[in-house]
């Protein structure tokens, strides 16, 4: 069978189509039998009744003559998200227990072991990490698959999602064993996470690249995303922070409001931030109060293919009132405002109310297409996480910048430096070590047995005495033997380095420093942070901007 066709008849629209279409065959069926025809008029005209006429009469007539008991509520629950699909992309219905998790994501912290997961057929899929939490520390990956829980089968039988949330939930400094079942990994890897209260911050690190270079780095844009920033900006100025890496890398978005505070505290008096417009939203535009004290400081913005909505507002921000240099890959491409709306049965919907746009007029979100959801594989496939070259320009949404340098829209915001994805040191031994996630157990294992000396660690020199102390090298290696993994001949010379400093981090957030120990020894694996901190060194000021065309 085609594929195309396949799709079409596995979509339950088409399918709620059909079976309409067979009802209303039968019923002809039938009054033709009967010597009669049934013609129900359709509302025309411009009013809501009449828009959405035909769809409200074919409620109406299955409400009355249905032959059978209509389960109302599960006709609405399909129906809904079906409807709001067919809109754009980001209009979306969420249940109770989606809604309640969404919320808790954007708002503060909740019990349990700290992963985001989806469960599209019959098996629950890992769609977030969330860092610092009990999973992240046991080494769970986005994309794994639960299977087992407490060494019984979840996956397959169609286990409610609500029930599989009470078997993951449960009491603060409580185990939980589970089976995971990962790409390219044929056994079940088995975990046992200890439950805890998961932190959702959004201020991943706040620290000093060099004696004048500062880094901070945002995982969302939350309700006090702002306040923990201003918190990081305020503890590097005290270090002597002369310029700013702003990473929102992987930073999905979150509340809009945060994401203009942020920016205001770069721009002058009336430099636009953002505006934003729609249907039936008038064009209101976001501009600074020339109240922010960070005009003067030195900016670098990092983003990916992973960088949405909020990231993006601020990333368009400074690229279009020229304040920052943007570094990195083309950003995802959302430029839809989502309006909640919650209902009395706790659940509720994210409905796109506007578009938003960039100072220079630019609409960055991506076009709409049926392979929406893996354009990030697209780029992939046609080179464009290699090569700047690669990037699909559209030369009719050409804008200026307040120096007046060409930026594009109509899908994401194209960075003024580009930095391909890392290759350099990539072997088939560190392949493997990351699907079985080994530098995660591997840290776990090894501060099982160091733990005392781990806690007693306040500082990196006294955590790098440490490291100095052991022979991990080997440690690892053991290790990851006994794991079935074994490097071939070179790979050790060529990833080495990869995993040791992987290892490093991820041992330190085992003792008190937590994140201030992880991101001081994985941004030394960083190619665009290198980068930046290469540029940073010449000293040459935001001049550079005149020089990106």
């Known amino acids: 069978m085609p594929q195309k066709l396949k799709e079409l008849l596995d979509n339950p629209w088409f399918k709620g189509f059909l079976a309409l279409l067979m009802v209303a065959l039968i019923a002809g069926h039938l009054s033709r039998c009967a010597g009669t025809k049934s013609i129900k008029s359709i509302p025309t005209g411009n009013s809501a009744a009449a828009r959405w006429g035909k769809l409200l009469l074919v409620i109406d007539q299955i409400d009355k003559n249905y032959t059978d008991t209509i389960n109302y509520r599960d006709i609405m629950e399909s129906a809904i998200p079906s409807l709001l699909q067919s809109l754009d992309p980001h209009s979306i219905y969420l249940p109770p227990r989606d809604l309640e998790e969404a919320d808790q994501n954007l708002k503060g912290n909740f019990s349990g072991i700290g992963i985001?997961?989806?469960?599209?057929?019959?098996?629950?899929?890992?769609?977030?990490?969330?860092?610092g939490g009990p999973s992240s520390k046991a080494g769970l990956l986005s994309g794994d698959r639960i299977v087992e829980v407490e060494g019984k089968v979840v996956a397959?039988?169609?286990?409610?999602?609500?029930?599989?949330?009470?078997?993951?939930?449960?009491?603060?400094?409580?185990?939980v064993k589970v089976g995971i079942k990962r790409a390219g990994v044929p056994e079940v890897l088995d975990f046992e996470i200890t439950r805890g209260v998961v932190p959702i911050k959004s201020l991943e690190a706040a620290l000093?690249?060099?004696?004048?270079?500062?880094?901070?780095?945002?995982?969302?844009?939350s309700r006090f995303t702002y306040k923990e920033f201003m918190a990081g900006i305020a503890k590097l100025g005290k270090l002597g922070m002369k310029s700013l890496v702003l990473d929102l890398r992987d930073n999905p978005g979150g509340y809009m409001d945060q994401a203009y505070e942020i920016a205001n505290e770069f721009l002058q008096k009336n430099q636009m931030v953002v505006y934003m417009e729609g249907r039936k939203r008038p064009r209101?535009?976001?501009?600074?109060?020339?109240?922010?004290?960070?005009?003067?400081?030195?900016?670098?913005?990092?983003?990916?293919?992973?960088?949405?909505?909020?990231?993006?507002?601020?990333?368009?921000?400074?690229?279009?009132?020229?304040?920052?240099i943007i570094v990195g890959r083309r950003s995802f491409g959302k430029g839809l405002v989502q309006e909640p709306i919650y209902f009395s049965d706790s659940s509720g919907i994210r409905l796109t109310v506007a578009r938003f746009y960039t100072p220079s007029g630019r609409c960055i979100q991506k076009p709409y297409s049926a392979d929406y959801r893996y354009d990030i594989l697209e780029r992939y496939q046609h080179g464009e996480m290699s090569s700047k070259d690669s990037i699909r320009i559209n030369d009719s949404l050409l804008y200026r910048t307040a120096y007046g340098r060409k930026v594009y829209g109509g899908g994401g915001i194209i960075p003024d430096i580009f930095v391909p994805v890392d290759t350099v040191g990539v072997t088939d031994f560190l392949v493997q070590a990351n699907r079985k996630s080994l530098q995660m157990k591997f840290s776990s294992y090894y501060a099982d047995r160091n733990r005392a000396r781990l806690w007693e660690i306040t500082t990196?020199?006294?955590?790098?005495?440490?490291?100095?102390?052991?022979d991990i090298k080997n440690q690892f290696l053991l290790f990851a033997a006994a794991n079935g993994v074994r490097p071939k001949s070179g790979e050790w010379e060529k990833s080495g380095y990869i995993l040791l400093q992987q290892i490093k981090g991820l041992v330190g957030r085992y003792s008190q420093l937590d994140a201030d120990a992880y991101y001081p020894y994985i941004l030394r694996l960083d190619n665009a942070v290198n980068k930046i901190k290469e540029i940073d060194s010449l000293n040459i000021g935001t001049s550079i901007?005149?020089?990106?065309?």
């Open 116 to 131: 985001e997961f989806n469960v599209p057929n019959d098996t629950a899929i890992v769609i977030n990490v969330i860092p």
């Open 545 to 549: 901007i005149n020089n990106i065309e």
């Open 284 to 324: 209101e535009e976001f501009r600074a109060t020339g109240k922010g004290i960070l005009g003067k400081l030195k900016l670098y913005v990092l983003i990916n293919e992973n960088s949405a909505s909020s990231s993006e507002i601020v990333a368009g921000a400074m690229q279009d009132n020229d304040r920052g």
């Open 208 to 221: 000093m690249l060099t004696d004048t270079l500062g880094y901070i780095r945002l995982s969302n844009f």
């Open 460 to 470: 990196l020199e006294e955590l790098d005495e440490l490291y100095s102390q052991d």
């Open 156 to 175: 397959g039988i169609n286990m409610p999602q609500d029930s599989l949330i009470a078997r993951l939930r449960g009491p603060k400094d409580t185990k």
